[in-house]
């Protein structure tokens, strides 16, 4: 269900505490099935109408991911993803940097293997954000803790991970079956394969190119959403 404009931000101040507004946020989480990843100017342009039409379609979490770095792009963007993670009630994340997540207000931050420690990211943020981890193997789903959910991939090899191997259907599934944290599933997903991936167990998808890319975003997501009712739709509690 969406929320009415403003109503995100008049739903996290009626939960009151830090730990009301965590536990609204890790529950909007929860349920959520399509997450769009989107840079700060996808093809060079105003971020907000392929926001708006990803978020028509059925996304239902953004995450700001300025590759650049440059501070100028992030400053100009961050606000049009917090107003419109408002106005259609889903959390917003950064990539990469806590710092930055405070700065922009974002509901949690991404990080990789490589990046900051979770416990340090943990103490920049705080307890009522959102922590997402990427994981590329057994061993690093197995290890994730002190998160909130878990990316699995890259399912497919993809530009957007260049350098990154393909992790394969097989791992998905091992997340699928072993996974204590809700996780998704993300690399080279599209319309033409997400089937495939929700078969080998995921319930829920994080997509780049196939939504930033297409002609019709919204058509796109709504196709991706589609896709569940093909398994049920429904999300464990821990996958």
Not at 38 to 63: F, K, T, Y
Request: a negative charge.
């Amino acid at each position: 269900m969406r929320l009415s404009v403003g109503g995100w931000d008049t739903c996290l101040m009626a939960y009151g505490t830090a730990e009301g507004i965590g536990a609204l946020r890790r529950e909007r989480l929860r349920t959520a099935r399509l997450y769009f990843v989107c840079d700060g100017r996808p093809g060079g342009e105003d971020p907000e109408p392929l926001l708006r039409a990803a978020l028509d379609g059925g996304v239902d979490v953004i995450q700001l991911r300025e590759k650049s770095g440059e501070s100028r792009l992030i400053d100009r963007a961050a606000p049009t993803f917090r107003r419109l993670a408002d106005t259609y009630g889903v959390p917003f994340f950064v990539n990469d940097d806590p710092d930055l997540a405070v700065h922009c207000r974002a509901d949690g931050v991404h990080i990789g293997q490589d990046d900051i420690p979770v416990e340090e990211a943990r103490r920049i943020i705080g307890n009522e954000a959102l922590i997402g981890l990427s994981t590329h193997s057994k061993e690093q789903i197995d290890a994730a803790a002190g998160v909130d959910h878990i990316s699995v991939g890259p399912v497919w090899e993809t530009p957007t991970k260049q350098g990154r191997p393909a992790v394969g259907l097989d791992l998905v599934t091992y997340a699928a079956k072993n996974a204590t944290l809700p996780f998704f599933a993300i690399g080279g997903i599209d319309p033409d394969n997400v089937v495939e991936v929700l078969n080998a167990g995921a319930r829920r998808i994080c997509v780049v190119r196939a939504i930033r890319n297409a002609e019709d975003p919204a058509a796109v997501a709504a196709d991706l959403r589609r896709s569940f009712a093909s398994v049920g739709g429904e999300v464990a509690p821990g996958g």
